[in-house]
């Protein structure tokens, strides 16, 4: 599976663009602030019916203008699938697939199954657990349609449970209804809880064994997740929780407190980690995530990086070049962002892969290198 074509109209920085890309390795180079990223949270959008850095997508629309349109032609089980997303201030989000509008934009989610390694992921490392639950549901969603339903309808029964318990302070009458939450919220919390489980405990091997390709075993990594469900049924503590959500006004227990926690040598890397680590640990997780999609899915995921180089010693750029080549791991198609022409070109010389270089300046995406490559799907 791949990418074949990218067709733009007010997106972001561009006022239009079409760019068609080889299926195996795209390169964009060009200083700051010339529309690179925006090129990749493009193909998130085509991927998951949303930006990957704003989540306003009427922020998104070129300023000035009422609409943007992405559009992707990708090449799929020996089939063109036609990708449409346009969106329209004040008037939503339309996705169409071969002209077929999505009842739901949860329908589309899966299709063309993309990870996306950017600077952006520091979040991970360096904010909240709101954070890493996002990236859980987000890469578990790609695959497991039923879970994002379960999300879905999770957040909207808590939020109705929170809003019950605010009320309450004014109105006693809505007690016997927290009973009716507690259930709803209790067989959707556990479903969410066995899947995240389950997920974790098969990516956390594969994780551990990319990073110790790309840095070596001297560095021993690992993730743990913490839930409250761990600690018994999770109708029993929203139970006993009731008081002191009363007078909270919040529900202090459930899925929605989940974490996971990110721990090398033992200890959170967000305190042990140097830059280069921390940047290692993420491109390892994102890595995990590729290999996970892959085998559920069939299909090799569209790999996102962008400006992953910088803060990697030569070493980890060179083990990371090694699974970028055909030779390595067996990535399909891959988009690559970077400032640096020159580490770029040397990046470009060791893979043993087909690729297409191109330069954007000013919105404008202009092809300069090519290497041909053979075929894969």
Do not use: W
Not at 49 to 59: H, L, R, T
Not at 311 to 317: A, I, Q, S
């Amino acid at each position: 599976m791949f990418l074949k074509r990218l067709s733009l109209i007010n997106f972001k920085s561009y006022t239009q663009a079409d760019i068609n890309f080889t299926h195996r390795i795209n390169c964009f180079v060009g200083n700051n602030g010339q529309g690179k990223t925006n090129l990749l949270d493009a193909i998130h959008y085509l991927s998951l019916c949303k930006s990957a850095f704003n989540a306003i997508d009427s922020q998104n629309v070129r300023h000035g203008e009422e609409f943007f349109v992405v559009q992707g032609i990708f090449y799929r089980s020996n089939a063109e699938e036609n990708i449409y997303l346009a969106v329209k201030r004040n008037e939503g989000k339309v996705v169409k697939r071969n002209g077929k509008e999505y009842p739901r934009l949860a329908d589309h989610v899966g299709l063309v199954p993309t990870v996306m390694v950017s600077p952006a992921d520091s979040s991970l490392i360096l904010d909240g657990s709101e954070e890493r639950r996002k990236f859980l549901n987000g890469v578990i969603s790609q695959f497991d349609k039923s879970y994002l339903d379960q999300v879905i309808k999770y957040n909207r029964v808590l939020a109705q449970r929170n809003k019950l318990l605010k009320d309450l302070r004014f109105n006693s009458s809505g007690v016997d209804i927290i009973d009716v939450f507690n259930q709803q919220l209790d067989a959707l919390g556990t479903a969410i809880y066995k899947t995240r489980l389950e997920f974790i405990s098969k990516l956390i091997p594969v994780f551990q064994k990319v990073y110790s390709q790309i840095a070596g075993s001297d560095e021993n990594v690992s993730l743990e997740y913490k839930s409250q469900l761990a600690d018994g049924r999770f109708l029993e503590q929203l139970q006993a929780a009731f008081p002191k959500d009363r007078a909270i006004e919040f529900t202090s227990v459930g899925i929605h407190k989940d974490d996971l926690v990110l721990l090398l040598n033992g200890n959170p890397i967000k305190k042990e980690g140097s830059q280069g680590q921390q940047k290692t640990y993420l491109i390892a997780l994102k890595v995990a995530q590729f290999d996970f999609l892959e085998e559920i899915s069939g299909y090799k995921p569209v790999l996102l990086l962008d400006d992953i180089f910088d803060k990697l010693d030569m070493d980890r750029v060179e083990q990371f070049i090694r699974m970028l080549s055909d030779g390595g791991n067996g990535f399909g198609q891959v988009f690559i962002t970077d400032t640096n022409k020159h580490r770029l070109d040397s990046i470009l010389e060791k893979l043993d892969a087909g690729y297409t270089l191109f330069e954007v300046k000013h919105g404008n995406v202009t092809e300069i290198a090519q290497q041909d490559g053979s075929k894969e799907e």
